[in-house]
């Protein structure tokens, strides 16, 4: 058994290396995704002028009646002093044609006091630019920017099955890593003076036994935040009861064919606040999104300095029908089933955000050590086919040379 399980750790190891490298790398730098993008980008975060900011819905209007081939999809409804107005843009659809235009860019920066275009870019575009960079890692992180095919996310799917994969083999490692039980303490210490390759075999074994549980989480973690609605919900789903989900529940409308919104935003906000006031909320209305995919407004709540969601579950959220106004769902943190529970735990977890600043410098470490564990096991492998290669040869040679001469 031990043998088969070891067999399977390192093709697992092999195929995987150089996903789980680049998924820990990345993680390691996007934890501070928006603090680096700022600092890289002023431009797009730095309102250039000091006066009061407009009505942000003013804002919204202007994007849109600025460029008609575009729709504002998510946008703050508070801003940060001096912060620029910075939003979501998806393509409408051209009547010439009936397909999406194609503008070339989904975000926008607004100085919040003129109304002014600071900044436009594609987010995830491939490409190390400033402008890009953060959004670029970002995505690599989660698709390896493989292209969408006939609707599905070929990307989002490839690093969801790796992921899936990556769980059996975390517990896989786990049963090769202790041999000798009543040894275990061997299974967790570093021969520091040994250098070469005992000292790369223990950073390997030990350090992953070290970072055993983040690493196993984030393995989980990660099929969650790949195929939440393709694997993790009809799979907790089994065990628990979980609330409807506008998401999960309804149909997508095809790219070409998005739901034209009847309710304006102005009215999906005060329809989602009113409900937000009978639950007894007492959070602002923080941000706004509207998904034509499947037909909903969702209105967020939270102070503008919560916008990152920096701690704990995470900030409420109601759906609103776009054509109806009817209540169309709720995401509300630490609330509902076990399942939704741990389900709303899922991006808390593998962010960090859960423990706020902490959380994000733990996950910072471990993915770059996942990347070194990557690297450890692949030079592990290397060594041991060199060994057996040489070990092949010299059995070659031994059978090739003459039967008299060997005496």
């Known amino acids: 058994?031990?043998?088969?399980?070891?067999?399977?750790?390192?093709?697992?190891?092999?195929?995987?290396?150089?996903?789980?490298?680049?998924?820990?790398?990345?993680?390691?730098?996007?934890?501070?995704?928006?603090?680096?993008?700022?600092?890289?980008?002023?431009?797009?975060?730095?309102?250039?002028?000091?006066?009061?900011?407009?009505?942000?819905?003013?804002?919204?209007?202007?994007?849109?009646?600025?460029?008609?081939?575009?729709?504002?999809?998510?946008?703050?409804?508070?801003?940060?002093?001096?912060?620029?107005?910075?939003?979501?843009?998806?393509?409408?659809?051209?009547?010439?044609?009936?397909?999406?235009?194609?503008?070339?860019?989904?975000?926008?920066?607004?100085?919040?006091?003129?109304?002014?275009?600071?900044?436009?870019?594609?987010?995830?575009?491939?490409?190390?630019?400033?402008?890009?960079?953060?959004?670029?890692?970002?995505?690599?992180?989660?698709?390896?920017?493989?292209?969408?095919?006939?609707?599905?996310?070929?990307?989002?799917?490839?690093?969801?099955?790796?992921?899936?994969?990556?769980?059996?083999?975390?517990?896989?490692?786990?049963?090769?890593?202790?041999?000798?039980?009543?040894?275990?303490?061997?299974?967790?210490?570093?021969?520091?003076?040994?250098?070469?390759?005992?000292?790369?075999?223990?950073?390997?074994?030990?350090?992953?036994?070290?970072?055993y549980a983040l690493v196993l989480m984030l393995a989980v973690t990660s099929v969650a935040m790949n195929l939440r609605e393709e694997v993790m919900r009809p799979l907790v789903s089994l065990f628990s009861e979980l609330a409807l989900s506008p998401f999960a529940s309804r149909t997508p409308a095809p790219p070409d064919h998005p739901i034209e919104p009847l309710i304006p935003a102005a009215r999906a906000i005060e329809l989602a606040q009113a409900e937000a006031q009978r639950r007894g909320w007492t959070a602002p209305a923080g941000g706004l999104f509207l998904s034509t995919d499947v037909g909903v407004w969702g209105v967020g709540f939270y102070d503008v300095a919560n916008s990152h969601s920096d701690g704990g579950l995470g900030n409420p959220w109601l759906y609103v029908d776009s054509r109806s106004g009817a209540l169309a769902g709720a995401d509300v943190p630490g609330t509902g089933s076990a399942g939704d529970i741990f389900l709303q735990s899922m991006f808390p977890l593998h962010s960090g955000r859960l423990i706020g600043i902490t959380g994000r410098v733990l996950m910072s470490i471990t993915g770059a050590l996942i990347a070194m564990l990557c690297v450890t096991g692949v030079l592990i492998w290397a060594r041991k086919r060199r060994a057996r290669v040489r070990s092949a040869a010299g059995r070659a040679a031994d059978a090739a040379w003459p039967e008299g001469a060997r005496t």
């Open 1 to 211: 058994m031990r043998s088969a399980f070891v067999t399977l750790h390192r093709w697992f190891g092999l195929a995987a290396a150089l996903f789980l490298f680049i998924a820990g790398a990345t993680g390691a730098v996007i934890s501070w995704d928006h603090e680096l993008d700022a600092w890289l980008n002023p431009r797009l975060y730095d309102a250039q002028t000091a006066g009061r900011p407009l009505p942000v819905l003013d804002l919204a209007r202007a994007i849109e009646a600025g460029d008609p081939r575009v729709r504002v999809s998510f946008m703050p409804l508070a801003l940060e002093p001096g912060q620029t107005f910075t939003a979501s843009v998806v393509p409408r659809v051209d009547p010439a044609t009936g397909r999406l235009f194609e503008p070339g860019y989904n975000q926008i920066a607004l100085d919040p006091a003129t109304a002014e275009v600071q900044g436009r870019r594609e987010w995830g575009k491939v490409s190390l630019t400033r402008e890009n960079l953060l959004p670029f890692l970002y995505k690599l992180h989660y698709s390896l920017h493989l292209p969408e095919v006939r609707g599905v996310a070929l990307g989002v799917w490839f690093m969801g099955l790796i992921a899936m994969a990556w769980v059996l083999d975390t517990l896989i490692a786990l049963w090769i890593s202790f041999p000798r039980w009543r040894a275990w303490r061997r299974s967790f210490a570093f021969r520091w003076g040994a250098g070469g390759h005992k000292l790369t075999f223990d950073l390997h074994r030990s350090g992953g036994m070290w970072i």
